[in-house]
């Protein structure tokens, strides 16, 4: 497969792909199976791939069956592709283009708007304020009233005789037969209060992060183009448009139960999508200012948070379909956050 960068313009750069018909075949052959997955439908050993592409096919022609085939291969390249040209794209890449040539070769392009790489001015270690991480004995008591309500059982009303929940009286006999680990209700209650102050201790440390990253975007020697901004709202958007379409629901049914505009919605992703933009710059432009270098242990801890408790058999799958640069990218950012707590100082309020 032969990848060349064709132009590049502000925020986006066009990639030409080239592959021969051998290489089309192959991906036709390896591409079928995730292709008419991800199309709905049912495949097994016993599938005729030409009788179910036919289903995709606007008509029976074989040159509609042709083109099928044709999107089939190149959806299945494209991954491959974008990891080859070396751009890291800020959303989801656009194929432009294909056609099948004469020698059966085929050619296409992809749109990537890729990663903007700005350094920052400045790289010294800055300050957040925040309030010490507490669990209040009223929080404990929501926890034991949920698993109150939880644990419901339904009696008959006293005077109406209709069912109702009542719900559970929880007391060291409900809790040691209920709770693993837990003898009586003061056991629960530190129980829930450890687990609590985990739970805090983890906010505690994103809040610390987003605090500080907004310090150090300010340090940002240029701003990010309107253009990539806009592109990674509309991916922001369609997104958004494809979990609603799968749930029966359109754009106009989400924010009219908002209560918001179509106008209003955009805004909302678009800031988004900046502070996104930003927070990545920073952490990318750490990881190079260190020279950092990524180990296996690096990749295992990120797919780690990519597929917990997957992490051989997602690795493999990303390796196979051409998505380990998102992985790497993961990989970085979590390797630069760390050194971003390294580096903040952080005073507490009280």
Not at 82 to 105: H, K, L, M, T, Y
Not at 290 to 302: F, K, N, R, S, V
Request: charged letters at 30%.
């Amino acid at each position: 497969m032969k990848v060349e960068a064709a132009e590049q313009s502000a925020g986006k750069v066009r990639v030409n792909v080239q592959i021969s018909s051998e290489e089309f075949e192959e991906a036709l052959k390896k591409g079928l199976p995730p292709f008419l997955a991800a199309m709905g439908l049912r495949i097994s050993e016993k599938t005729d791939y030409d009788v179910a592409l036919k289903t995709l096919a606007d008509d029976d022609s074989d040159e509609e069956l042709n083109r099928v085939k044709l999107d089939c291969a190149v959806s299945y390249l494209m991954p491959r592709a974008v990891e080859q040209s070396g751009f890291s794209p800020v959303c989801n890449p656009a194929i432009v283009g294909s056609e099948r040539n004469e020698d059966g070769s085929v050619s296409f392009g992809i749109e990537i708007h890729p990663k903007p790489e700005i350094e920052l001015s400045d790289y010294t270690p800055v300050t957040v304020t925040v309030s010490h991480p507490t669990v209040t004995e009223e929080e404990i008591d929501q926890r034991i009233d949920a698993m109150a309500a939880l644990g419901a059982v339904t009696q008959p009303d006293i005077i109406t005789g209709k069912p109702k929940k009542v719900p559970a009286i929880i007391d060291d006999r409900w809790v040691q037969k209920n709770v693993n680990g837990c003898n009586s209700v003061a056991q629960l209650r530190e129980s829930l209060r450890e687990a609590g102050m985990k739970h805090k201790q983890q906010e505690l440390e994103r809040l610390v992060v987003a605090k500080a990253t907004v310090q150090f975007a300010e340090r940002l020697t240029a701003p990010i183009l309107d253009e990539t901004i806009e592109a990674v709202t509309d991916n922001m958007v369609g997104e958004l448009v494809n979990q609603l379409a799968q749930q029966g629901l359109t754009l106009q049914d989400y924010v009219v139960q908002r209560k918001i505009t179509i106008d209003a919605m955009r805004d909302d992703a678009r800031k988004q999508a900046v502070a996104n933009l930003r927070q990545g710059a920073v952490l990318d432009a750490i990881f190079r200012h260190e020279g950092m270098e990524l180990t296996d242990e690096d990749i295992e801890q990120a797919m780690g948070v990519i597929a917990p408790g997957i992490e051989k058999q997602a690795t493999e799958s990303f390796k196979n379909n051409g998505f380990m640069f998102t992985v790497n990218e993961t990989a970085q950012r979590m390797r630069a956050t760390q050194w971003l707590l390294d580096n903040t100082k952080v005073e507490y309020e009280d």
